[in-house]
């Protein structure tokens, strides 16, 4: 499962293009009854459906949008980004993550966190597990990155590094291939995988990595993996909204609960996507047991400190820039990122 770490220039993507992207307009498909009597409401996913999706296709193979008078239309991932889809209103939902939000919400696009999928970062450093010559992050000093090219990946790097006591200066080369395949072909020295998919690949492959967990190393706690939408959605359509996330809640409440059913109804829904079961499955199990759930064992938050922290370092970084791509001269106010208040209460 490749992130996907880079955004488009929502500014330089015409509406023509948008609306071949998605086949209609978000605003369009929320005011429309579909024949049946459903409203039907659009989905961007961020790359081909996996174990991050889960809950989504969970309620979508139970029923529970259909109960809750939706038809969904999962939109596959294409060359334009959810962030670009959502923003520029051709897209009422899509997955995204911490990083992208920031970035364009900071930017002043219309974009907005409303649902967190993972609530433990799930990316980690990593190395292959016979490299006994790095035993912790300062051991990467001199050593080659496999990344995706994106502006955070340095800065959240070198801060790592630094707080375990290292100088921080490293190789950078950009993946065109899976992290984990890149350590073993000797591409790299260290990556940051998914440990949730990627990690378990090379489990199950014979190749195990060494994880370096970012939050061991005073790296701020992110959602790795979130539900974002429009404030225009939002504002236009809030009882549709609040029944959409009761329908994802739902999902992802069941899958946290029955991870082995909750992969299979994954599985169905994608057969020719997901052809390795058992890597679904020890996925799922994973996620379940670690990521969906908040300490407090409820799914979906998000906490304006966690949201802040991470604009923070971006600020400081100087990665954020405003809509004529100036950089911002103060930290922006993180609290506008996101929202909880479509979320069902608990």
């Not at 670009?84 to 009422?92: E, S, V």
């Not at 679904?280 to 998000?302: F, P």
Request: proline content about 5%; aromatic content about 10%; hydrophobic content about 40%.
């Amino acid at each position: 499962m490749r992130r996907r770490t880079a955004l488009l220039a929502t500014a330089t993507v015409t509406a023509t293009v948008l609306a071949t992207a998605t086949g209609c307009a978000a605003e369009d498909t929320a005011s429309a009854a579909a024949s049946n009597g459903t409203t039907p409401v659009t989905l961007a996913l961020d790359w081909t459906p996996n174990t991050n999706h889960t809950g989504i296709y969970v309620a979508q193979q139970l029923g529970w949008f259909k109960d809750a008078g939706i038809d969904l239309k999962i939109v596959p991932f294409g060359s334009t980004a959810p962030e670009t889809l959502i923003a520029n209103h051709k897209a009422d939902f899509g997955i995204s993550y911490q990083e992208g939000v920031t970035t364009a919400r900071a930017a002043g696009q219309d974009i907005t966190s409303v649902y967190a999928v993972t609530q433990k970062t799930n990316v980690t450093v990593s190395v292959r597990a016979d490299r006994d010559d790095i035993d912790s992050p300062k051991d990467l000093d001199g050593k080659t990155y496999a990344g995706f090219g994106a502006p955070y990946e340095k800065p959240l790097l070198q801060q790592v590094i630094r707080n375990d006591g290292g100088q921080g200066d490293f190789r950078n080369v950009t993946l065109n291939t899976s992290a984990y395949a890149a350590l073993y072909a000797g591409k790299a020295d260290f990556a940051m995988p998914m440990p949730t998919w990627e990690g378990l690949e090379a489990e199950l492959s014979g190749k195990p990595l060494k994880n370096f967990p970012l939050s061991d190393y005073g790296f701020p706690a992110v959602y790795s993996t979130l539900i974002a939408s429009s404030d225009q959605f939002l504002t236009k359509h809030p009882a549709l909204a609040k029944k959409f996330l009761a329908a994802v809640a739902k999902g992802y409440e069941y899958a946290a609960t029955n991870p082995d059913q909750a992969a299979d109804l994954l599985i169905k829904a994608n057969k020719s996507v997901l052809t390795n079961p058992e890597l679904v499955k020890k996925s799922e199990r994973l996620l379940a047991k670690e990521y969906y759930r908040a300490a407090d064992g409820s799914v979906g938050g998000q906490s304006k400190e966690r949201w802040q922290k991470f604009a923070d370092f971006e600020f400081r970084a100087g990665l954020l820039a405003d809509a004529n791509g100036k950089k911002l001269t103060k930290a922006p106010d993180a609290s506008e990122f996101f929202t909880t208040d479509y979320l069902p209460e608990n």
